[in-house]
């Protein structure tokens, strides 16, 4: 890890411990993606209660960010589930290793790429 990498992190999490509402946490992930060079991030973050509601933090186009929702993606999602096996960061999409096993993931992977979401760095965040 370069020193550059190490300290664009260290600030990020340093700024995710100050965060006191979801303006800064949105205002810290920004920067970490800014800083990575990345276009866009998304935060998902499920509740330990199976009936409870997800909470999704993108700047992903709003009308994807309500479709993932509504169809409850993030049950399905093959980036989430790999993601929830812990473990480094992985990048997804055109070219990576295939993810796609469970029914309905490719269609979800089809339905993003409408929404110009075609690949993509996972990086997992344990909250405690």
Request: charged share 25%; aromatic share 12%.
């Amino acid at each position: 890890m370069t020193k550059d990498i190490q300290i664009l992190f260290k600030t990020f999490l340093e700024k995710l411990s100050e965060s006191v509402d979801e303006a800064d946490f949105r205002d810290a992930k920004a920067g970490a993606a800014a800083g990575l060079e990345l276009i866009t991030f998304a935060y998902l973050s499920l509740p330990p209660q199976c009936s409870g509601k997800p909470k999704l933090i993108s700047n992903y186009p709003a009308r994807w960010i309500a479709h993932y929702l509504q169809n409850r993606y993030q049950k399905i999602d093959p980036v989430f589930v790999r993601a929830r096996c812990g473990g480094c960061p992985f990048r997804w999409g055109i070219g990576y290793a295939r993810l796609c096993d469970i029914a309905g993931q490719q269609r979800l992977f089809d339905e993003a790429n409408e929404f110009r979401i075609r690949c993509g760095l996972t990086i997992l965040i344990v909250e405690s």
